[in-house]
Protein backbone atom coordinates (compact mmCIF):
# COMPACT_ATOMS: atom_id res chain seq x y z
CA UNK A 1 0.00 0.00 0.00
CA UNK A 2 1.42 3.47 -1.08
CA UNK A 3 2.32 6.32 1.39
CA UNK A 4 0.69 8.50 -0.23
CA UNK A 5 -2.87 6.43 -0.80
CA UNK A 6 -2.76 6.04 3.27
CA UNK A 7 -2.32 9.55 4.18
CA UNK A 8 -5.04 10.18 1.68
CA UNK A 9 -7.11 8.01 3.42
CA UNK A 10 -6.36 9.16 6.41
CA UNK A 11 -7.34 13.06 5.85
CA UNK A 12 -10.51 12.70 4.40
CA UNK A 13 -11.33 9.92 7.94
CA UNK A 14 -9.94 12.71 10.07
CA UNK A 15 -12.36 14.76 8.77
CA UNK A 16 -15.36 12.93 9.06
CA UNK A 17 -14.43 11.72 12.61
CA UNK A 18 -14.08 15.95 13.25
CA UNK A 19 -17.47 15.98 12.15
CA UNK A 20 -18.68 14.07 15.27
CA UNK A 21 -16.36 15.74 17.92
CA UNK A 22 -13.73 13.59 17.90
CA UNK A 23 -10.14 14.04 17.58
CA UNK A 24 -8.38 11.21 15.73
CA UNK A 25 -4.36 12.63 16.89
CA UNK A 26 -5.58 12.28 20.29
CA UNK A 27 -6.96 9.01 19.83
CA UNK A 28 -3.84 7.76 18.44
CA UNK A 29 -1.60 9.28 21.14
CA UNK A 30 -3.83 7.50 23.42
CA UNK A 31 -3.93 4.17 22.12
CA UNK A 32 0.00 4.28 21.96
CA UNK A 33 0.51 4.08 25.75
CA UNK A 34 -1.81 1.45 25.97
CA UNK A 35 0.31 -1.74 26.34
CA UNK A 36 -0.62 -5.46 25.37
CA UNK A 37 0.64 -7.98 27.43
CA UNK A 38 1.93 -11.11 24.86
CA UNK A 39 1.54 -14.60 26.69
CA UNK A 40 5.32 -16.68 26.34
CA UNK A 41 3.43 -19.68 26.15
CA UNK A 42 1.65 -18.94 22.70
CA UNK A 43 5.42 -19.70 21.34
CA UNK A 44 5.61 -22.95 23.02
CA UNK A 45 2.54 -24.34 23.17
CA UNK A 46 2.59 -24.24 27.24
CA UNK A 47 5.59 -26.19 27.46
CA UNK A 48 7.95 -24.43 29.59
CA UNK A 49 11.70 -25.14 30.42
CA UNK A 50 12.06 -25.94 33.63
CA UNK A 51 12.12 -30.21 32.68
CA UNK A 52 15.94 -30.55 33.21
CA UNK A 53 16.92 -34.17 34.90
CA UNK A 54 12.71 -34.67 35.83
CA UNK A 55 9.77 -35.18 33.53
CA UNK A 56 7.23 -32.62 35.30
CA UNK A 57 4.00 -34.38 34.11
CA UNK A 58 0.53 -34.39 36.33
CA UNK A 59 -2.59 -31.31 36.01
CA UNK A 60 -0.98 -30.34 32.61
CA UNK A 61 -2.98 -27.68 30.26
CA UNK A 62 -3.72 -29.18 26.88
CA UNK A 63 -2.47 -27.14 23.42
CA UNK A 64 -4.09 -28.68 20.45
CA UNK A 65 -2.55 -29.35 16.93
CA UNK A 66 1.13 -29.62 15.55
CA UNK A 67 1.99 -26.91 13.13
CA UNK A 68 5.49 -27.26 12.47
CA UNK A 69 7.85 -24.48 14.14
CA UNK A 70 7.34 -24.84 17.80
CA UNK A 71 10.16 -23.04 20.20
CA UNK A 72 12.31 -25.20 21.62
CA UNK A 73 14.34 -23.06 23.92
CA UNK A 74 14.73 -20.16 25.67
CA UNK A 75 16.60 -18.37 22.84
CA UNK A 76 14.36 -19.16 20.02
CA UNK A 77 11.22 -18.51 21.93
CA UNK A 78 12.55 -14.91 22.30
CA UNK A 79 13.63 -14.54 18.86
CA UNK A 80 9.69 -15.72 17.51
CA UNK A 81 8.80 -12.93 20.37
CA UNK A 82 10.84 -10.50 19.02
CA UNK A 83 9.85 -10.83 15.17
CA UNK A 84 6.21 -10.87 16.55
CA UNK A 85 6.74 -7.73 18.16
CA UNK A 86 8.30 -6.26 15.26
CA UNK A 87 5.04 -6.74 13.10
CA UNK A 88 2.72 -4.94 16.06
CA UNK A 89 2.19 -1.24 16.10
CA UNK A 90 3.04 0.49 19.88
CA UNK A 91 5.43 -1.16 22.34
CA UNK A 92 4.25 -3.92 24.66
CA UNK A 93 5.38 -6.34 27.25
CA UNK A 94 5.74 -10.00 28.29
CA UNK A 95 3.58 -11.98 30.88
CA UNK A 96 5.76 -15.08 31.45
CA UNK A 97 4.90 -17.89 33.63
CA UNK A 98 7.32 -19.46 35.89
CA UNK A 99 7.58 -22.54 33.87
CA UNK A 100 9.63 -20.85 31.78
CA UNK A 101 12.95 -20.65 33.98
CA UNK A 102 16.11 -20.24 33.00
CA UNK A 103 17.67 -22.55 35.32
CA UNK A 104 21.03 -23.05 33.15
CA UNK A 105 20.71 -26.95 32.92
CA UNK A 106 20.14 -27.61 36.34
CA UNK A 107 16.82 -28.15 37.50
CA UNK A 108 15.23 -25.87 40.14
CA UNK A 109 11.84 -27.32 41.52
CA UNK A 110 8.90 -24.12 41.82
CA UNK A 111 8.70 -23.93 45.71
CA UNK A 112 12.99 -22.65 45.56
CA UNK A 113 12.85 -20.80 42.35
CA UNK A 114 14.49 -17.30 42.84
CA UNK A 115 14.80 -14.20 40.57
CA UNK A 116 18.29 -14.85 39.97
CA UNK A 117 16.51 -17.92 37.91
CA UNK A 118 15.44 -15.01 35.72
CA UNK A 119 17.70 -13.09 35.45
CA UNK A 120 18.33 -13.49 31.70
CA UNK A 121 14.46 -12.72 30.97
CA UNK A 122 15.00 -9.47 32.72
CA UNK A 123 18.09 -8.21 30.57
CA UNK A 124 16.31 -9.65 27.64
CA UNK A 125 13.50 -7.25 28.59
CA UNK A 126 15.44 -3.96 28.99
CA UNK A 127 16.78 -4.66 25.65
CA UNK A 128 13.84 -4.38 24.15
CA UNK A 129 12.44 -2.05 26.28
CA UNK A 130 9.58 -3.84 27.21
CA UNK A 131 7.71 -4.35 30.58
CA UNK A 132 6.98 -7.97 31.94
CA UNK A 133 4.16 -9.95 33.84
CA UNK A 134 4.23 -13.28 35.93
CA UNK A 135 2.49 -16.24 36.77
CA UNK A 136 3.35 -19.22 39.06
CA UNK A 137 2.74 -22.24 37.09
CA UNK A 138 0.70 -24.55 39.09
CA UNK A 139 0.36 -27.62 36.59
CA UNK A 140 2.35 -29.77 35.19
CA UNK A 141 4.14 -30.99 38.15
CA UNK A 142 4.03 -34.04 40.34
CA UNK A 143 2.13 -32.12 43.22
CA UNK A 144 -0.57 -31.26 41.03
CA UNK A 145 -1.90 -34.92 39.71
CA UNK A 146 -4.42 -34.97 42.26
CA UNK A 147 -6.21 -32.03 40.41
CA UNK A 148 -5.50 -30.13 43.38
CA UNK A 149 -2.68 -27.24 44.51
CA UNK A 150 -3.58 -24.63 46.80
CA UNK A 151 -6.56 -26.00 48.04
CA UNK A 152 -5.27 -29.49 48.33
CA UNK A 153 -6.45 -31.37 51.79
CA UNK A 154 -2.77 -32.46 52.52
CA UNK A 155 -0.87 -29.64 54.31
CA UNK A 156 2.60 -30.40 53.11
CA UNK A 157 2.00 -30.24 48.92
CA UNK A 158 -0.50 -27.30 49.71
CA UNK A 159 2.58 -25.85 51.53
CA UNK A 160 4.74 -26.59 48.61
CA UNK A 161 2.72 -24.39 46.45
CA UNK A 162 2.23 -21.52 48.86
CA UNK A 163 6.04 -21.27 49.12
CA UNK A 164 6.17 -21.21 45.01
CA UNK A 165 3.25 -18.54 45.27
CA UNK A 166 5.72 -16.34 47.36
CA UNK A 167 8.39 -16.84 45.39
CA UNK A 168 6.93 -16.03 42.49
CA UNK A 169 5.77 -12.77 43.97
CA UNK A 170 9.71 -11.93 44.63
CA UNK A 171 10.29 -12.83 41.50
CA UNK A 172 7.67 -10.33 40.02
CA UNK A 173 8.70 -7.62 41.87
CA UNK A 174 12.51 -7.85 41.02
CA UNK A 175 11.40 -7.48 37.51
CA UNK A 176 8.89 -4.81 38.33
CA UNK A 177 11.90 -2.63 40.07
CA UNK A 178 14.54 -3.88 37.38
CA UNK A 179 12.50 -2.88 34.34
CA UNK A 180 10.77 0.57 35.73
CA UNK A 181 7.43 -1.00 35.24
CA UNK A 182 5.12 -2.56 37.53
CA UNK A 183 4.29 -6.07 36.88
CA UNK A 184 1.20 -8.12 37.90
CA UNK A 185 1.68 -11.49 39.09
CA UNK A 186 -1.32 -13.76 38.38
CA UNK A 187 -2.78 -16.20 40.49
CA UNK A 188 -4.54 -19.60 38.64
CA UNK A 189 -5.07 -22.76 39.84
CA UNK A 190 -6.88 -25.75 38.12
CA UNK A 191 -7.82 -27.49 41.50
CA UNK A 192 -11.47 -28.98 41.71
CA UNK A 193 -13.76 -31.67 40.99
CA UNK A 194 -14.76 -34.29 38.24
CA UNK A 195 -17.69 -35.23 40.36
CA UNK A 196 -20.34 -33.77 42.08
CA UNK A 197 -18.72 -32.99 45.80
CA UNK A 198 -20.03 -33.86 49.17
CA UNK A 199 -17.68 -30.57 50.76
CA UNK A 200 -17.91 -27.03 48.47
CA UNK A 201 -16.93 -25.31 51.67
CA UNK A 202 -13.63 -26.83 52.82
CA UNK A 203 -11.59 -26.11 49.68
CA UNK A 204 -12.32 -22.49 49.54
CA UNK A 205 -11.68 -22.16 52.98
CA UNK A 206 -8.28 -23.69 52.52
CA UNK A 207 -7.55 -22.07 49.30
CA UNK A 208 -8.50 -18.56 51.05
CA UNK A 209 -5.82 -19.25 53.71
CA UNK A 210 -3.18 -20.50 51.11
CA UNK A 211 -3.49 -17.06 49.35
CA UNK A 212 -3.69 -15.30 52.62
CA UNK A 213 -0.04 -16.64 53.60
CA UNK A 214 1.08 -15.97 50.19
CA UNK A 215 0.36 -12.31 50.02
CA UNK A 216 0.88 -12.05 53.69
CA UNK A 217 4.11 -10.16 53.33
CA UNK A 218 3.74 -6.35 51.88
CA UNK A 219 5.68 -5.54 48.31
CA UNK A 220 5.77 -1.57 46.90
CA UNK A 221 2.93 -1.42 44.07
CA UNK A 222 5.60 0.59 42.28
CA UNK A 223 7.11 -2.53 41.55
CA UNK A 224 4.66 -5.38 41.70
CA UNK A 225 0.70 -5.80 42.14
CA UNK A 226 -0.88 -9.15 42.93
CA UNK A 227 -3.98 -10.01 40.88
CA UNK A 228 -6.42 -13.75 41.07
CA UNK A 229 -8.41 -15.48 38.63
CA UNK A 230 -10.90 -17.16 38.56
CA UNK A 231 -12.39 -19.83 36.31
CA UNK A 232 -16.03 -21.88 35.50
CA UNK A 233 -14.55 -25.58 35.00
CA UNK A 234 -11.52 -27.51 33.49
CA UNK A 235 -10.90 -31.04 32.07
CA UNK A 236 -11.18 -33.10 34.88
CA UNK A 237 -12.35 -30.11 36.83
CA UNK A 238 -16.30 -30.58 35.11
CA UNK A 239 -18.90 -30.21 38.45
CA UNK A 240 -16.38 -28.11 41.19
CA UNK A 241 -14.00 -25.58 40.81
CA UNK A 242 -12.92 -24.03 43.90
CA UNK A 243 -11.39 -20.69 42.37
CA UNK A 244 -14.84 -19.62 41.05
CA UNK A 245 -16.02 -16.35 39.71
CA UNK A 246 -17.94 -15.28 43.35
CA UNK A 247 -14.50 -17.02 45.18
CA UNK A 248 -12.27 -14.29 43.09
CA UNK A 249 -14.86 -11.69 43.09
CA UNK A 250 -15.33 -11.94 47.35
CA UNK A 251 -11.70 -12.47 47.80
CA UNK A 252 -10.25 -9.72 45.39
CA UNK A 253 -12.64 -7.15 46.86
CA UNK A 254 -12.15 -7.64 50.59
CA UNK A 255 -8.49 -8.40 50.30
CA UNK A 256 -8.18 -5.40 47.71
CA UNK A 257 -5.95 -7.74 44.87
CA UNK A 258 -6.93 -6.92 41.20
CA UNK A 259 -9.11 -9.11 40.10
CA UNK A 260 -8.42 -10.86 36.63
CA UNK A 261 -11.32 -11.66 33.84
CA UNK A 262 -10.63 -14.51 31.21
CA UNK A 263 -12.84 -14.30 28.27
CA UNK A 264 -13.14 -17.84 28.13
CA UNK A 265 -13.79 -18.43 31.85
CA UNK A 266 -17.37 -17.99 32.05
CA UNK A 267 -20.60 -19.88 31.05
CA UNK A 268 -20.57 -19.46 26.87
CA UNK A 269 -23.60 -16.49 27.45
CA UNK A 270 -21.73 -14.69 29.85
CA UNK A 271 -19.43 -11.40 28.57
CA UNK A 272 -16.31 -10.24 30.68
CA UNK A 273 -17.22 -6.70 29.02
CA UNK A 274 -20.63 -6.52 30.83
CA UNK A 275 -18.53 -7.57 34.35
CA UNK A 276 -15.88 -4.85 33.72
CA UNK A 277 -17.64 -1.65 35.30
CA UNK A 278 -18.62 -3.51 38.50
CA UNK A 279 -15.23 -4.78 39.17
CA UNK A 280 -13.57 -1.37 38.63
CA UNK A 281 -16.31 -0.22 41.59
CA UNK A 282 -14.83 -2.40 43.63
CA UNK A 283 -11.71 -3.56 43.11
CA UNK A 284 -8.45 -1.72 42.97
CA UNK A 285 -7.48 -2.59 39.65
CA UNK A 286 -8.24 -5.26 36.43
CA UNK A 287 -6.40 -7.33 34.99
CA UNK A 288 -7.81 -9.07 31.47
CA UNK A 289 -6.70 -12.03 29.57
CA UNK A 290 -8.50 -11.41 26.48
CA UNK A 291 -9.04 -14.68 25.08
CA UNK A 292 -11.53 -16.44 22.50
CA UNK A 293 -13.88 -19.07 23.75
CA UNK A 294 -15.47 -21.15 21.35
CA UNK A 295 -18.08 -23.09 23.16
CA UNK A 296 -15.95 -23.64 26.10
CA UNK A 297 -12.37 -22.54 27.45
CA UNK A 298 -10.76 -23.39 24.33
CA UNK A 299 -8.36 -20.25 24.54
CA UNK A 300 -8.96 -19.47 20.34
CA UNK A 301 -6.44 -17.03 18.67
CA UNK A 302 -8.58 -13.70 19.52
CA UNK A 303 -10.75 -12.35 16.54
CA UNK A 304 -12.13 -8.66 15.73
CA UNK A 305 -15.37 -9.88 16.91
CA UNK A 306 -18.06 -7.78 18.45
CA UNK A 307 -17.16 -9.21 22.14
CA UNK A 308 -13.51 -7.77 21.76
CA UNK A 309 -15.39 -4.99 20.17
CA UNK A 310 -17.39 -4.35 23.23
CA UNK A 311 -14.38 -4.78 26.13
CA UNK A 312 -12.49 -2.35 24.50
CA UNK A 313 -15.27 0.10 24.71
CA UNK A 314 -15.93 -1.04 28.54
CA UNK A 315 -12.12 0.20 28.90
CA UNK A 316 -12.07 2.94 27.49
CA UNK A 317 -15.18 4.03 28.48
CA UNK A 318 -14.67 3.46 32.04
CA UNK A 319 -12.24 6.11 32.62
CA UNK A 320 -9.76 3.78 34.61
CA UNK A 321 -7.69 2.73 31.95
CA UNK A 322 -4.62 3.28 34.96
CA UNK A 323 -6.49 0.97 36.71
CA UNK A 324 -5.85 -1.87 33.93
CA UNK A 325 -3.88 -4.39 32.64
CA UNK A 326 -4.40 -6.42 29.26
CA UNK A 327 -3.19 -9.02 28.47
CA UNK A 328 -3.72 -11.76 25.95
CA UNK A 329 -4.19 -15.77 26.90
CA UNK A 330 -4.50 -18.53 23.67
CA UNK A 331 -2.56 -21.03 22.39
CA UNK A 332 -2.81 -22.52 18.87
CA UNK A 333 -0.68 -25.17 18.05
CA UNK A 334 -2.99 -25.64 14.94
CA UNK A 335 -1.71 -22.48 13.04
CA UNK A 336 1.64 -20.48 12.63
CA UNK A 337 3.00 -19.38 16.42
CA UNK A 338 3.52 -15.83 15.62
CA UNK A 339 0.83 -15.46 13.44
CA UNK A 340 -1.32 -16.02 15.94
CA UNK A 341 0.36 -13.50 18.17
CA UNK A 342 0.63 -10.62 15.60
CA UNK A 343 -3.39 -11.47 14.56
CA UNK A 344 -4.69 -11.57 17.83
CA UNK A 345 -2.55 -8.36 19.36
CA UNK A 346 -2.94 -5.98 16.18
CA UNK A 347 -7.13 -7.16 16.79
CA UNK A 348 -7.03 -5.98 20.12
CA UNK A 349 -5.23 -2.66 19.54
CA UNK A 350 -7.95 -2.11 16.44
CA UNK A 351 -10.66 -2.95 19.48
CA UNK A 352 -9.11 -0.43 21.48
CA UNK A 353 -8.67 2.15 17.78
CA UNK A 354 -12.05 2.05 17.60
CA UNK A 355 -13.28 2.58 21.11
CA UNK A 356 -10.82 5.51 21.03
CA UNK A 357 -12.10 7.26 17.83
CA UNK A 358 -15.98 6.80 19.78
CA UNK A 359 -17.24 10.45 21.33
CA UNK A 360 -17.94 9.27 24.43
CA UNK A 361 -18.74 12.17 25.97
CA UNK A 362 -21.42 13.47 23.30
CA UNK A 363 -23.31 10.10 23.44
CA UNK A 364 -23.21 10.15 27.36
CA UNK A 365 -24.46 13.44 27.44
CA UNK A 366 -27.68 12.53 25.49
CA UNK A 367 -28.08 9.00 27.75
CA UNK A 368 -27.98 11.44 30.29
CA UNK A 369 -30.80 13.54 28.88
CA UNK A 370 -32.70 10.43 28.04
CA UNK A 371 -32.47 10.83 24.31
CA UNK A 372 -31.55 6.94 23.41
CA UNK A 373 -32.39 7.99 19.89
CA UNK A 374 -29.68 10.14 19.29
CA UNK A 375 -27.97 7.38 20.95
CA UNK A 376 -28.70 4.67 19.14
CA UNK A 377 -28.33 6.77 15.60
CA UNK A 378 -25.11 8.21 16.51
CA UNK A 379 -23.73 4.32 17.63
CA UNK A 380 -24.76 3.03 14.36
CA UNK A 381 -23.44 5.56 12.10
CA UNK A 382 -20.13 5.03 13.97
CA UNK A 383 -19.39 1.43 12.92
CA UNK A 384 -19.22 2.24 9.31
CA UNK A 385 -17.12 5.26 9.49
CA UNK A 386 -13.68 4.98 7.70
CA UNK A 387 -11.90 3.65 11.21
CA UNK A 388 -9.06 1.38 8.75
CA UNK A 389 -8.06 4.34 7.35
CA UNK A 390 -6.81 5.78 10.42
CA UNK A 391 -5.44 2.51 11.66
CA UNK A 392 -3.59 1.94 8.31
CA UNK A 393 -1.97 5.29 9.14
CA UNK A 394 -1.09 4.18 12.51
CA UNK A 395 0.76 1.14 11.52
CA UNK A 396 2.28 3.56 8.69
CA UNK A 397 3.29 5.76 12.04
CA UNK A 398 4.90 3.16 14.16
CA UNK A 399 7.01 1.79 11.58
CA UNK A 400 4.95 -1.89 11.39
CA UNK A 401 3.60 -3.54 8.08
CA UNK A 402 0.14 -1.78 7.12
CA UNK A 403 -2.39 -4.37 5.91
CA UNK A 404 -1.99 -8.16 5.33
CA UNK A 405 1.56 -7.17 4.48
CA UNK A 406 2.85 -8.11 7.98
CA UNK A 407 1.47 -11.70 6.78
CA UNK A 408 4.29 -12.06 3.75
CA UNK A 409 7.18 -10.93 6.72
CA UNK A 410 5.89 -14.23 8.74
CA UNK A 411 6.07 -16.52 5.82
CA UNK A 412 9.84 -15.56 4.96
CA UNK A 413 10.08 -16.19 9.04
CA UNK A 414 9.08 -19.38 8.26
CA UNK A 415 10.52 -20.31 5.65
CA UNK A 416 13.88 -19.44 6.67
CA UNK A 417 13.71 -19.61 10.81
CA UNK A 418 11.12 -21.97 11.39
CA UNK A 419 11.10 -25.08 9.17
CA UNK A 420 14.39 -25.57 10.10
CA UNK A 421 13.88 -26.56 13.57
Known amino acids: MKKQNIEQAYRRAKEQYAQIGVNVDKAMAQLAKIPISLHCWQGDDVGGYEKVGAELSGGGI ?3 GNYPGKARTIEELRADV ?3 LSLIPGRHRLNLHACYIDNGGKFIDRNEMQPRHFRSWIDW ?6 GMDFNPTYFSH ?17 NFWIEH ?3 CRKIGAAM ?6 TTVTNVWIPDGYKD ?6 GPRERLADS ?10 PKYHLDAVESKLFGIGAESYTVGSHEFYMGYATSRQKLLCLDAGHYHPTEMISEKISSVLMFCPGLLLHVSRPVRWDSDHVVILNDELFAIAQELVRSGKLDKIHIGLDFFDASINRIAAWVIGTRNMIKALLFAFLEPTAILKKAELKLDFTARLALMEELKTLPFAAVWDYYCMQKNVPVGAAWFHEVRQYEKNVLSKR
Do not use: C, M
Open 62 to 64: QAT
Open 82 to 84: EKA
Open 125 to 130: AKANKL
Open 142 to 158: PKATDGFTLSHPDKGIR
Open 165 to 167: GIA
Open 176 to 181: GKALGS
Open 196 to 201: IPVDRT
Open 211 to 220: LDKIFADKIN
